[in-house]
């Protein structure tokens, strides 16, 4: 695993296929000033509007579906990197539209969750090289975590450079494709489950008599402070939480109701559902 480092990196042609709210995550580090992407960065929308609402960004071109039929082919021509970051569904109909597009040397990056290598590669000529990922929201503020599984004809070369490419929004984990939709469950959806139960522990803080701001500024920081106090200290999660909870205090009580709910067992059917969906759309 590697973490953001604030050093120069300098990347090739990178085409966007789709750019919403992953896409959009992924750009925003690439558009950091230690980050150079040669010959540009290109991006396509379905919506001119979508396109138009990157226009103004400097090594930035887009292109709307919806204004030009061939949008995803001129983007991908001269790529070295095409990043596929449409819905699962769409993974096959784009690639059959612009496989004979690709640069020979190109690689296609997938974000798709559930689309396999074998259904990509067998979409696309046999030099152009696969690798799926499976990033995180929180990219967009350089603290993504990336899942990435290098497909059957990825040189070393290809992998390194597409974790330089996520490594510079977050973190990189090199899985087998095998592992992949698990890591999906876990840190791609991840950050929902957290804002999720940011959602309710506010609800609860206003049920408890706070303002709607109090309660947020009381939960968010909470979760924040906790967080942060998790990464700067390195200690077991364990650890730090028996510190808050006193012994006979009122932590304990609370920590005991909660552990009743079977949290364990929730996540474990939380995740098997995000887990059995990537095998729906793995089928397309
Ligand atoms: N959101 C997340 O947290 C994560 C998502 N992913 C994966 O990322 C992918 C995209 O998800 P997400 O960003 O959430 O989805 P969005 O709906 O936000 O984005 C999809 C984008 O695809 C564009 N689009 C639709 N059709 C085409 C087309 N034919 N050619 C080019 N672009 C097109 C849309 O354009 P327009 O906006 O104009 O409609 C939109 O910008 C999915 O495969 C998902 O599995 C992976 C990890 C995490
Ligand atoms: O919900 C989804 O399908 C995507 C994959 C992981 C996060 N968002």
Same mark, same amino acid.
């Given at each position: ?39 540009? $960065? #290109?991006?396509?929308? #379905?919506?001119? =509007? ?15 579906? =919806? ?40 690689? &296609?990056? /997938? ?5 396999? *290598? ?12 696969? $690798? #799926? ?15 990435? /599984? ?11 450079? &597409? ?5 510079? *929004?977050?973190?990189?984990?090199? &899985? ?7 890591? /999906? ?16 522990? *506010? ?17 968010e920081q909470t979760f924040l402070g906790a967080s942060e106090l998790l990464?700067a ?7 730090? #939480? ?14 005991? *109701? ?21 095998? =729906?759309?793995?089928?397309?």
């Amino acid at each position: 695993m590697t973490t953001t480092e604030a050093r120069t990196t300098t990347l090739p042609t990178i085409a966007f296929l789709g750019a919403g709210s992953m896409a959009g995550a992924i750009l925003n580090g690439l558009l950091s000033p230690v980050v150079s992407v040669t010959g540009g $960065i #290109r991006v396509t929308s #379905r919506t001119a =509007e979508k396109a138009a609402g990157f226009a103004e960004t400097a090594g930035v071109t887009a292109f709307a579906t =919806e204004s030009r039929a061939d949008a995803n082919r001129e983007a991908v021509r001269g790529a070295k990197l095409v990043v596929l970051a449409v819905k699962p569904y769409l993974v096959p109909e784009v690639l059959a539209d612009v496989a004979g597009d690709l640069e020979p040397d190109a690689v &296609v990056v /997938s974000v798709a969750a559930g689309v396999t *290598v074998a259904t990509m590669e067998a979409a696309v000529p046999a030099s152009v090289a696969v $690798i #799926r990922t499976m990033p995180n929201t929180p990219a967009q503020v350089g603290r993504g975590v990336t899942g990435v /599984s290098a497909g059957s004809r990825a040189s070393e070369a290809d992998v390194a450079l &597409v974790r330089e490419l996520f490594e510079t *929004v977050g973190a990189v984990v090199e &899985v087998p494709e095998s592992q992949l939709d698990a890591l /999906s469950t876990i840190s791609g959806s991840g950050p929902a489950y957290v804002f999720l139960l940011i959602e309710e522990f *506010v609800k609860t803080a206003i049920a408890k008599g706070f303002s709607a701001e109090q309660a947020t500024l009381l939960v968010e920081q909470t979760f924040l402070g906790a967080s942060e106090l998790l990464a700067a200290t390195g200690e077991d999660p364990a650890e730090l #939480r028996r510190r808050v909870t006193s012994p006979k205090g009122t932590t304990e009580k609370a920590v005991e *109701v909660l552990q009743g709910a079977s949290l364990s067992t929730l996540f474990d059917r939380a995740t098997d559902a995000a887990l059995a969906r990537a095998q =729906e759309l793995a089928k397309g």
